[in-house]
């Protein structure tokens, strides 16, 4: 077999191109003290040997000549023309295949909490270590405490150590044995449903939960618990003492400043709320309203209806600004602060 080097970690056979890291089943042809020699159908021969070989010593032990392997390309060249080999452990692939397809398939699991670290849990996933951030705990388990006082953290996670969490797994990358997991994941599409239910610019009365140095933890929703940040920016200036002006327990209004997935931001700056809100809380489409007319052209008139806007396309050629009318809503979009009004037949 001719093979011609392109760079260090990639070759062409007349086969395919072959890079370093690339993953092959093989079967073993010879077994020597400190090497082995592989055949990867269609490819070659490879070899086991050195630090490989001592790093697998444990699993070469477990094979024999003609058993199916599993094993990475290292190297182009061990000196003798061969590829050179890392013996690969057939049940640790599986694990990362099966967390792989896991991952795709939404999957939800009830792991148990072995470790504990400043940064999150650690759970065991088919004898894979999994991490779960504290970003990514339930609303209900997130240590609302300053992400600088690691011992109150730890002290936090105490409690679910030996514990079990229903959790999804994120992210798979056996390359770096990067297995993250999430117990918030599993509860996403319930909180979305429920934050579909609010709109930014509304007004909501929140509990306080904690405070730390850049805002006010707040629970937004009882029922799954749905959590909410205030930051410091979005505090008047006379509150800025947040540990005086702010006690756990404290019921306090809030303006929705942004939904995002299953998270929500809010503020306690210019709490009046967005007109088109409140509208919206009011009325609906075929409802009746009254306005007055601001403006009158060629093609449209416009008339203010308890602080929105709203437009009469039809019909109002006879109406007079600065008059007021009763209208019917016929259409009404309070994300696009969109209104159309019709005049409403008195007969």
């Known amino acids: ?75 182009f060249d061990d000196g003798y023309g061969n590829f050179e080999l890392e013996l690969q452990d057939i049940e640790y692939i599986s694990s990362w295949l099966k967390a792989k397809e896991a991952m795709n398939n939404k999957e939800v699991f009830e792991l148990e909490v072995v470790e504990i670290n400043k940064g999150g849990l650690i759970v065991n996933f088919n004898g894979l270590k999994g991490f779960v951030p504290l970003s990514q705990l339930a609303p209900e388990h997130y240590p609302r405490v300053g992400e600088s006082d690691k011992k109150k953290i730890l002290e936090h996670l105490q409690q679910f150590l030996g514990k079990k969490l229903k959790l999804r797994i994120i ?69 800025k003492n947040l540990e005086e002006s702010f006690k756990k327990g404290d019921k306090i209004v809030a303006k929705i400043i942004k939904i995002e997935a299953d998270r929500v ?34 093609f449209f008139a416009v008339a203010e209806v308890e602080g929105v806007k709203g437009v009469i396309l039809e019909n109002f050629e006879n109406l007079e600004k600065d008059k007021e ?15 159309i009004l019709n005049i409403k037949n008195e007969n």
């Not at 429920?194 to 937004?220: H, T």
Request: aromatic share 10%; hydrophobic share 35%.
């Open 171 to 239: 992210t798979v990358e056996p390359s770096t044995q990067k297995l993250i997991l999430s117990e918030r994941a599993t509860r996403l599409e319930e909180y979305q449903k429920i934050l579909s239910q609010f709109k930014v610019g509304e007004l909501k009365e929140v509990e306080v939960l904690g405070v730390s140095k850049f805002g006010i933890f707040v629970r937004f929703y009882d029922n799954p618990p749905i959590d909410g940040l205030i930051h410091i920016n979005e505090i008047p200036e006379r509150f």
């Open 1 to 75: 077999m001719t093979t011609q080097t392109e760079n260090r970690f990639t070759i062409k056979t007349k086969y395919k191109s072959i890079n370093i890291g690339d993953i092959f089943n093989g079967f073993v042809i010879k077994k020597r003290a400190r090497e082995v020699y592989v055949e990867i159908p269609q490819l070659g021969i490879g070899r086991i040997y050195g630090l490989q070989y001592m790093k697998a010593k444990d699993l070469i032990s477990k094979i024999k000549e003609g058993d199916e392997v599993v094993v990475k390309i290292v190297g």
């Open 325 to 339: 009318y009763k209208f019917v809503i016929e259409q009404f979009d309070p994300n696009e602060k969109k209104l």
């Open 265 to 298: 931001n809010l503020s306690l700056k210019d709490l009046v709320e967005d007109p088109w809100i409140a509208f919206s809380k009011k009325y609906k489409v075929g409802d009746e309203v009254a306005g007055k007319i601001t403006e009158i052209s060629q």
